[in-house]
């Protein structure tokens, strides 16, 4: 089993050291360091090189965003996973510029952020439904060239049936698998399973790949 090296940047003490606890207990994830503020994030980071970073934005002497940046600069091997109060659009879209690889609100659950933890560790990318549906709106109001920088590709895909149709368009509008499955009235086992063949059929990695190639479609 490969081990997930994590930092913590957190400037909540009592908050870091739950979240230290909650991963510590995982046989495959170690809690290398802890730091409580910006500075403390990027001098730790050289030291430490962590797989992943779980980084607030709002941190004392240097920003989440900005230690961010300088961490990437320093150890770009390293991914950035946003846990955060704060769903403002300007920080979302700044953080996902910044290089982020996920956004989590802090009220996700345990088993969403072990997820997004292990699936950003394996290449992907993850935005909380929430977060998911910002980004989506902003790319259909402003940014539709940034769908393209995605690496989303348009060609080959397998047509789908009329009920994966309608379980993709929600998926576009950032729903959970839960929710989708009471809007199709299946179980939630199904619904993964649909999901996974969808994004087989049209050749995407992950769930926001999905989404926008939905957006992209319509």
């Known amino acids: 089993m490969n081990e997930i ?6 400037d909540q003490t009592l908050v870091r050291r739950a979240f230290s606890a909650m991963l510590s207990i995982e046989p495959d994830i ?7 503020d910006g500075v403390e994030a990027i001098q730790l980071s050289r030291q430490w090189r962590p797989d992943i970073v779980l ?7 240097i920003g989440g965003i900005g230690a961010m940046k300088r961490i990437l ?3 770009p091997q390293a991914r950035i996973i946003v846990l ?9 879209f700044e953080a996902i510029s910044a290089g982020a690889h996920a956004y989590l609100l802090k009220d996700s659950n345990e088993a969403e952020i072990l997820d997004t933890i292990r699936g950003v560790h394996a290449g992907q990318h993850h935005l909380s439904p ?3 549906g910002k980004v989506m709106n902003e790319i259909r109001r402003q940014r539709p060239s940034e769908a393209e920088a995605l690496n989303v590709n348009d060609s080959a895909d397998e047509d789908l049936t009329e009920r994966e149709e309608r379980v993709l368009g929600f998926i576009a509008q950032g729903k959970t698998n839960r929710e989708i499955s009471e809007k199709v009235f299946l179980a939630e086992g199904t619904v993964k399973n649909y999901v996974s063949k969808i994004m087989e059929k049209l050749h ?15």
């Open 55 to 61: 980084m607030d934005l709002q941190m004392p002497r």
């Open 73 to 75: 600069e320093d150890v």
């Open 84 to 92: 955060t109060t704060f769903d403002t659009d300007d920080l979302v």
């Open 130 to 132: 929430k977060i998911a």
């Open 30 to 36: 170690k809690v290398v360091a802890q730091a409580a």
């Open 204 to 218: 995407v990695e992950s769930r926001t790949e999905l989404a926008i190639k939905a957006l992209k479609r319509k």
């Open 5 to 10: 090296r994590i930092l913590i940047a957190e």
